[in-house]
């Protein structure tokens, strides 16, 4: 019985731990791709470190964790489309996740409250 319990407990662990437990996220120096390669990146890793130089302090690295879609997202955030550069473009369009406005009600916000 106790093996019962330790394999229950295990599979419980695996399960909260997520698919996503113990694989390491990749990095890229964003400037040194193509906007269509970041995307394809993006598409076959769900999720990336896309690091490049600010645009307002010479010589500041930026960089974020971005995604494929909401689904990479955590509970409590939410996707916005930002803008990084790339190669071949300064305005490559991807998604990042943000913290999600707790007071937001989308569609379901009562009229003059937005």
Request: aromatic share 10%.
């Amino acid at each position: 019985m106790p093996s019962l319990i330790k394999t229950v407990l295990a599979l419980l662990f695996l399960m909260i731990a997520g698919p996503t437990a113990g694989f390491a996220i990749e990095r890229y120096e964003s400037t040194h791709y193509t906007c269509s390669d970041l995307h394809q990146i993006l598409q076959q890793q769900g999720a990336a470190i896309l690091r490049y130089p600010s645009s307002h302090v010479p010589g500041l690295p930026l960089y974020d964790r971005y995604v494929r879609g909401d689904m990479q997202c955590g509970f409590s955030k939410t996707l916005e489309e930002t803008d990084i550069p790339a190669k071949d473009t300064s305005h490559c369009p991807v998604y990042h996740c943000i913290d999600a406005d707790p007071y937001d009600d989308g569609p379901f916000a009562p009229p003059g409250f937005r």
